[in-house]
């Protein structure tokens, strides 16, 4: 039983472990091409050298939000995960919500840094609700 238990145990780590986090699909609303998940939330970003990340790089991006319009009055925070380190920071500690923009139903601009290379998950918060997940790749400079 006991060599059981190790076995799955071993197995459960190994694929968490080997989790591969990929970069979030690019997609098109209004004239903008943004980085997210289509019709739930993304921000302005086209993969070119002037909106990619690079350590410690700031940039604004205009963050854009879909969904009940209730459910989507209030502040915006975003907390990023590093996915090899597991180093979690604040990136926006709040920020108010604007509406409809760019046929999004809810939007705020913002300026984002991040400290080191690699991918990244960057959970957007709604007043403390998790409204969805972006993963961004910082490039080496």
């Known amino acids: ?3 059981f238990l190790l076995v799955l145990t071993l197995v459960f780590l190994t694929g968490c472990a080997g989790e591969k986090w990929e970069e ?4 098109e609303s209004g004239s903008y091409k943004m980085i997210g998940v289509e ?3 993304g921000f302005i970003y086209d993969n070119s050298e002037v909106t990619r990340f690079y350590p410690d790089k700031a940039n604004k991006y ?6 009940n319009p209730e459910k989507l ?3 915006l925070k975003v907390k990023a995960t590093h996915s090899k380190s597991g180093e979690e920071i ?3 500690k709040s920020l108010p919500l604007g509406g409809s923009h760019n046929g999004a139903d809810a939007h705020t601009p913002s300026k984002m840094s991040l400290p080191k290379s690699g991918m990244w998950k960057l959970d957007a918060y709604v007043d403390d609700r998790l409204h969805g997940s972006v993963y961004v790749k910082v490039y080496e400079p």
Do not use: C
Not at 62 to 67: A, C, E, Q, S, V
């Open 73 to 75: 009055k209030g502040n």
């Open 24 to 27: 979030s699909s690019i997609f």
């Open 39 to 41: 019709e739930k939330l």
């Open 62 to 67: 205009m963050w854009h939000l879909w969904g």
């Open 90 to 92: 604040t990136v926006i």
């Open 1 to 3: 039983m006991n060599k």
